[in-house]
């Protein structure tokens, strides 16, 4: 895909074209992706439930503002009967308000908690300067996050956990989220390999994450300077 607004060598620019070529991300138009725009709630539920596979749900929408025939509805519904993304006391979802740094890595745990995939892994956030304001019920998914290296602090050690995530920003995060679950089923696959002695699917993989590594220690120095 080509975007007016994703130009080759900025940081985000593979992580936008992997998002779209995966399908979990769209442009807001044919010709923007809007890389600075903030993510939406109801955006990130849909990135989230594309990359689980579109599914149906019996569970019934409760949400005075989403209607069950909206584009969105299944994503919602989706997201509610699997415990990743909940409404507010007033019974609503704003799906149209701007996801921050901490919710966004809460959700995307849940996600993980709901795909099996190991969520006690743990980061010291107290070279952060601002570790002190991620809320207490975030506190777990953001030293999380930093433990799996989805997300880091900025270059003067600020996580920005209030701050919003952007399009781009969350393209890069889902990018290392999806990568990290393959690596992590690879490993499995290799410990299979080396009981039998076989050793070669290792040493070729190790060549390629190297290469690989190039592009991810950029998208993760990207998020380092928004």
Same mark, same amino acid.
């Given at each position: 895909p080509t975007f007016d607004d994703v130009i080759p060598g900025e940081w985000y620019y593979d992580a936008v074209q992997y998002a779209v070529q995966n399908g979990f991300m769209e442009?807001?138009? @044919? =010709?923007?992706? !809007?890389?600075?725009?903030?993510? %939406?709630?109801?955006? /990130?539920? &849909?990135? /989230?439930?594309? /990359?689980?596979?579109? =599914?149906?749900?019996?569970?019934?929408i409760t949400f005075s503002d989403v209607a069950a025939s909206a584009p969105y509805g299944d994503a919602v519904k989706w997201a509610a009967a699997n415990g990743i !993304? #909940?409404?507010?006391?007033?019974? &609503?979802?704003?799906? $149209?308000?701007?996801?921050t740094r901490q919710q966004m890595a809460a959700? /995307? +745990?849940?996600? *993980?908690?709901? =795909?099996?995939? $190991?969520?006690?892994?743990t980061a010291d956030l107290s070279a952060d300067a601002d570790a002190s304001e991620v *809320? @207490?019920?975030a506190r777990g998914a953001v030293a999380w996050a930093v433990s799996e290296g989805l997300i880091a602090g900025t270059d003067n050690s600020l996580l920005m956990p209030g701050g919003p !995530? %952007?399009?781009? +920003? %969350?393209?890069a995060v889902l990018m290392r989220y999806i990568n990290g679950s393959a690596l992590e089923k690879r490993a499995s696959d290799y410990?299979?390999?080396?009981?039998k002695g076989n050793f070669s699917d290792f040493? =070729?993989?190790? @060549? #390629? +994450?190297?290469q690989q590594s190039i592009t991810q220690d950029k998208l993760v120095k990207g998020w380092d300077t928004i």
């Open positions: 442009g807001e138009s @044919d =010709k923007t992706f !809007a890389p600075d725009n903030a993510m %939406t709630r109801v955006a /990130l539920v &849909t990135a /989230l439930y594309r /990359l689980d596979g579109p =599914k149906k749900t019996d569970t019934p !993304a #909940a409404g507010y006391g007033d019974g &609503t979802f704003r799906v $149209n308000d701007s996801v959700m /995307l +745990q849940r996600y *993980a908690k709901y =795909k099996g995939r $190991n969520i006690e892994n *809320a @207490d019920w !995530a %952007t399009r781009a +920003q %969350t393209a410990v299979s390999q080396f009981v040493y =070729k993989d190790c @060549d #390629a +994450q190297l």
